[in-house]
């Protein structure tokens, strides 16, 4: 069954607004208007998760969630999110002190909204109602031109933004089998479960799976890649298509990092995968593997509407510009990630990745927006004009 949540707002844009994105992710949605109604409703109804505004008729939303946990009493506990003015720090600490378990500032992204709902959802009862619907399980790969281009830096802090602010399920795969460098951008020196555990075992199975992959602070989890280049060659071509196949029945996303080798077991992977992001900078070795690339892709008879081009460092200055490059390459560039050195690099020699400690940074916010593009595009409601302008 479907987790209900209660809407207590008295401003009808509101509840239309947020009946209307609840509903759209599979939520049963129940509304009322003023404090006094939603102490009774949730009497009644006993919701999955409460949405309290703040400034309402008869109680306010302070007295509301204060009420609601007396009532408790040590028993189930309801989760809330208060919705609070922007800004307003007091209202933030009362809201919390009333017995909210979180809040959201108005206004608010519909994506923010559901991460912080399923997270509140999962964190009380992780059993039965943590997702509304069942994984997505959509596989892309992350493939890079040249190396140093920015691949793993987009795998990497796009799986976490498609977690953190987009609300979906996410694990990342290490696909870089001999030199993956996952451990390094996320500060895992010495863990050495990786995907060699898996291909090692006589029959591979989801238990095994789950059991060897790692979680990372930011919620998403890891599969590793080899610890040293010996024990790559352990993972055959036809190792990993199982595996991808296992995860993809359990999360609604499968970002593969892969690098930049047309080889057997990267075209497996290019099989698996839903799109293929080609990421790019905007020189010439880079253009010309993107054009080997994409032809080899076509004469394997590989559908080139599954191939899309990441344009990254696109604000750094290199004398070929976005027209050139698209002209090079007779194709239109689909996403673009802005140049932002500083915020990349320190990223990286800290371990900590850029949407962990700079999500406010020019990087943190272009790759949160392609993100947000990303899951448009999975689930169908991306125009394909306003995307190819991105
Ligand atoms: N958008 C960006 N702006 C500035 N520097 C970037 C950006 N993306 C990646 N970098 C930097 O480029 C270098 C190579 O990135 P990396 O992700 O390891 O590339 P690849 O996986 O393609 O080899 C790193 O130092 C990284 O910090
Ligand atoms: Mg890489």
């Given at each position: 069954?479907a987790?209900t949540?209660?809407?207590?707002?008295?401003?009808?844009?509101?509840?239309?607004?947020?009946?209307?994105?609840?509903r759209?992710?599979?939520f049963?949605?129940?509304?009322?208007?003023?404090?006094?109604e939603?102490?009774?409703?949730?009497?009644?109804?006993?919701?999955?998760?409460?949405?309290?505004?703040?400034?309402?008729?008869?109680?306010?939303?302070?007295a509301?969630?204060?009420?609601?946990?007396?009532?408790?009493?040590?028993?189930?506990?309801?989760?809330?999110?208060?919705?609070?003015?922007?800004?307003?720090?007091?209202?933030?600490?009362r809201?919390?002190?009333?017995?909210?378990?979180?809040?959201?500032?108005?206004?608010?992204?519909?994506?923010?909204?559901?991460?912080?709902?399923?997270?509140?959802?999962?964190?009380?009862?992780?059993?039965?109602?943590?997702?509304?619907?069942?994984?997505?399980?959509?596989?892309?790969?992350?493939?890079?031109?040249k190396?140093?281009?920015?691949?793993t830096?987009?795998?990497?802090?796009?799986?976490?933004?498609?977690?953190?602010?987009?609300?979906?399920?996410?694990?990342?795969?290490?696909?870089?089998?001999?030199?993956?460098?996952?451990?390094?951008f996320?500060?895992?020196?010495?863990?050495?479960?990786?995907v060699?555990?898996?291909?090692?075992?006589?029959?591979?199975?989801?238990?095994?799976?789950?059991?060897?992959?790692?979680r990372?602070?930011?919620?998403?989890?890891?599969?590793?890649?080899?610890?040293?280049?010996?024990t790559?060659?352990?993972?055959?071509?036809?190792?990993?298509?199982?595996?991808?196949?296992?995860?993809?029945?359990?999360?609604?996303?499968?970002?593969?990092?892969v690098?930049?080798?047309?080889?057997?077991?990267?075209?497996?992977i290019?099989?698996?995968?839903?799109?293929?992001?080609?990421v790019l900078?905007?020189?010439?070795?880079?253009?010309k593997?993107?054009?080997?690339?994409l032809?080899?892709?076509?004469?394997?008879?590989?559908?080139?509407?599954?191939?899309?081009?990441?344009?990254?460092?696109?604000?750094?200055?290199?004398?070929?510009?976005?027209?050139?490059?698209?002209?090079?390459?007779?194709?239109?560039?689909?996403?673009?990630?802005?140049?932002?050195?500083?915020?990349?690099?320190?990223?990286?020699n800290?371990?900590?990745?850029?949407?962990?400690?700079?999500a406010?940074?020019?990087?943190?916010?272009?790759?949160?927006?392609?993100?947000?593009?990303i899951?448009?595009?999975?689930?169908?409601?991306?125009?394909?004009?306003?995307?190819?302008?991105?």
């Amino acid at each position: 069954m479907a987790p209900t949540i209660l809407v207590v707002d008295d401003d009808p844009n509101v509840q239309r607004l947020l009946s209307y994105t609840l509903r759209q992710e599979g939520f049963e949605v129940s509304v009322v208007a003023d404090g006094a109604e939603a102490v009774r409703a949730w009497q009644v109804e006993r919701p999955s998760l409460i949405l309290l505004d703040i400034m309402l008729p008869k109680l306010d939303g302070y007295a509301v969630a204060q009420r609601i946990r007396e009532d408790e009493a040590g028993g189930n506990h309801t989760p809330i999110i208060m919705l609070t003015a922007e800004g307003d720090v007091e209202q933030r600490v009362r809201g919390l002190r009333a017995g909210a378990d979180d809040y959201l500032m108005k206004p608010f992204h519909p994506a923010e909204l559901l991460a912080r709902i399923r997270g509140l959802l999962s964190r009380f009862a992780p059993s039965e109602e943590a997702v509304a619907r069942p994984p997505s399980g959509h596989v892309i790969a992350f493939y890079g031109a040249k190396g140093g281009v920015g691949a793993t830096t987009l795998a990497v802090n796009t799986a976490i933004a498609l977690h953190r602010n987009v609300g979906r399920s996410v694990v990342l795969v290490d696909g870089n089998l001999q030199f993956g460098d996952h451990r390094v951008f996320l500060d895992l020196g010495l863990d050495r479960k990786s995907v060699v555990d898996i291909v090692s075992a006589p029959t591979i199975d989801a238990e095994l799976v789950r059991q060897v992959l790692v979680r990372h602070d930011s919620g998403i989890d890891l599969l590793l890649a080899p610890p040293s280049p010996e024990t790559a060659e352990l993972v055959t071509p036809e190792a990993l298509p199982p595996i991808l196949d296992i995860l993809r029945a359990s999360y609604d996303y499968v970002v593969v990092d892969v690098d930049k080798r047309l080889d057997e077991v990267n075209l497996r992977i290019f099989d698996a995968a839903e799109v293929i992001y080609v990421v790019l900078t905007a020189d010439l070795s880079s253009l010309k593997n993107v054009r080997i690339m994409l032809e080899t892709l076509a004469n394997l008879g590989y559908d080139s509407a599954r191939v899309q081009l990441v344009l990254n460092r696109s604000t750094a200055f290199t004398g070929i510009n976005v027209k050139n490059a698209e002209g090079a390459l007779r194709r239109t560039l689909d996403h673009q990630v802005l140049n932002d050195y500083r915020a990349a690099i320190s990223a990286l020699n800290s371990g900590a990745p850029v949407l962990d400690t700079k999500a406010e940074s020019p990087l943190g916010k272009a790759i949160v927006a392609f993100a947000q593009a990303i899951d448009a595009d999975a689930m169908g409601t991306a125009s394909p004009r306003s995307r190819a302008r991105r």
